[in-house]
């Protein structure tokens, strides 16, 4: 038993890619206090929590034996640290692949919201709430798939339906803590999309989504599985759920799943923590063999653009970036979505957008920040292993170099 890991890296057309073996170097541990006080991880497929300075505990105790490929998203903290929200999901043996785009089995899963004062979990189930569940035996299954703190006490969810049966019960959820209640927000029909869960034949695909500041934004590909698939991120307000979303970047067009081959898939954005800015690559040209991206800032109040990483190797322009914005709202991390080409992640910022900082290690995926902006961690996992060991590592702004902050551990989250 252990945890497949989420989202196999492929070429761009369904195909498993090749990914080289990093060589193994000592790293060195970070120094005492870069932890922090209050986090969050999974180890062995169990939720470990650690508050206000004490050691770790282990929160959860699910039993797999029915369920052993495991699949947790990064756990959520609630404004004031209050709250954990928890996405995770455990299928029987025996998953399949292929086909483009290939499936992503930890998209999503079970919600459950822990109180971390009273260290009891609640599980936001589709349409009733499961109040004081237990966290042990085996886990529940459900579909929802992206969650975010709308304040301290309301958690915007985003819920896909059952595949094969998805009805209408699709879309964007809010979930009240102290009422325990889930109302409808935001209905698929509303952006009118599919998803990957179940999409339609001439219908755009959402394919991820963010959310900051009262505004839903979401990465669609218009004509899907065409020569000229184009990819655009959109935005639609929370409190005017009935109005129409508008466009807010063109991210450029790809053979999108296309028999020729598709250079991007998910191509890397982010909204800023205050809700002005947008970071997005730019696909110049994009196919399986030519794939030239630039990366640019959006402000979206006036939707003037700058240039960021211009220093970037083409090579890693020519895929997926995962791209993220730091808690200041003025520096982003940039990495390769997949380990493609085992570089590690660069930094720039918007006090110099000239300049880029690179970083050593060469780990992938996104970042996760700590709340003050001096660091960010990332994660490496062996693709080819299922033994569910992996290292977290810390980067400090300012210092190229990367250093161990926990070992068999993976889905860290500072509060």
Same mark, same amino acid.
């Given at each position: ?55 770790? @505990? ?162 669609? @590909? ?9 990819? @655009? ?98 520096? @982003? ?83």
């Amino acid at each position: 038993m252990g945890t497949v890991p989420r989202g196999t890296p492929d070429t761009g057309n369904g195909t498993p890619a090749i990914l080289s073996t990093a060589t193994s170097v000592v790293v060195p541990s970070a120094a005492a206090g870069t932890m922090g006080k209050t986090y969050a991880f999974i180890r062995k497929d169990q939720l470990w929590v650690a508050l206000n300075g004490a050691t770790a @505990v282990q929160m959860t105790n699910f039993n797999y034996e029915q369920a052993p490929n495991v699949f947790w998203q990064r756990p959520l903290w609630s404004p004031g640290d209050r709250y954990l929200a928890l996405v995770m999901n455990a299928s029987p043996a025996g998953l399949g692949g292929g086909g483009c785009p290939g499936p992503d089995f930890g998209a999503s899963g079970s919600l459950y919201v822990m109180d971390v004062a009273t260290k009891q979990f609640t599980a936001v189930t589709f349409p009733a709430i499961q109040k004081n569940v237990p966290v042990s035996g085996a886990p529940q299954n459900s579909s929802w798939e992206y969650v975010f703190w709308e304040d301290s006490m309301h958690l915007l969810a985003w819920y896909n339906g059952v595949a094969g049966n998805v009805g209408n019960t699709v879309g964007l959820y809010r979930y009240d803590v102290a009422a325990g209640k889930l109302s409808l927000v935001l209905p698929l029909r509303t952006l009118g999309v599919t998803t990957l869960t179940d999409p339609q034949k001439g219908m755009p695909l959402m394919l991820s989504m963010r959310y900051s500041k009262g505004q839903l934004f979401y990465q669609v @590909v218009v004509h899907p599985f065409e020569q000229k698939s184009q990819l @655009v991120i959109y935005r639609h307000s929370i409190a005017q759920s009935t109005a129409q979303s508008s466009k807010v970047f063109d991210m450029g067009s790809e053979a999108w799943c296309n028999d020729s081959g598709s250079a991007y898939m998910r191509p890397g954005w982010d909204v800023s923590p205050d809700g002005a800015l947008l970071v997005a690559q730019h696909i110049l040209t994009g196919d399986a063999n030519a794939g030239k991206s630039a990366v640019q800032v959006h402000r979206l109040d006036d939707g003037s653009e700058a240039p960021l990483f211009a220093q970037m190797s083409p090579d890693l322009l020519a895929h997926d970036l995962a791209l993220s914005w730091g808690p200041d709202s003025q520096t @982003v991390v940039a990495t390769e979505n997949h380990p493609l080409l085992q570089k590690g992640p660069s930094v720039a910022s918007l006090a110099d957008p000239t300049a880029m900082q690179q970083y050593s290690l060469a780990l992938s995926g996104q970042v996760i920040w700590r709340s003050d902006s001096s660091a960010f961690a990332l994660q490496q996992v062996d693709m080819t292993d299922t033994t569910g060991i992996s290292t977290v590592y810390v980067f400090l702004v300012g210092d190229t170099h990367g250093y161990t902050l926990l070992t068999n551990a993976h889905e860290f989250a500072w509060g």
